[in-house]
């Protein structure tokens, strides 16, 4: 099945892509999504538990994904 990933700020510099269209098996998680993105090259500097959501609802690692969802990888922020 494939999900779309959803990259931000230094996320989408590292990869060169503000979206991605990720295969991943039909029982997948959040974790196997997040694997599947690591393995891109340039990926290996992401944090290996970035904060995601997954159409627009913040989700686990755990949590199951469908064909057709949106899963983003938002990076830290930081203000002052």
Known sequence: ??????LFASYAEVLGASSLAVEV???ATVADVILSVRA???ADR??????????????D????????????LIPPV???
């Open 25 to 27: 098996p039909g029982d």
């Open 40 to 42: 891109l090259p340039g």
């Open 78 to 80: 930081a203000g002052g």
């Open 61 to 72: 690692v755990y949590a199951l994904v469908r064909d057709g969802d949106e899963v983003a």
């Open 1 to 6: 099945m494939t999900v779309t990933v959803l």
């Open 46 to 59: 992401l944090p290996a538990a970035p904060l995601v959501a997954v159409n627009q609802q913040y989700a």
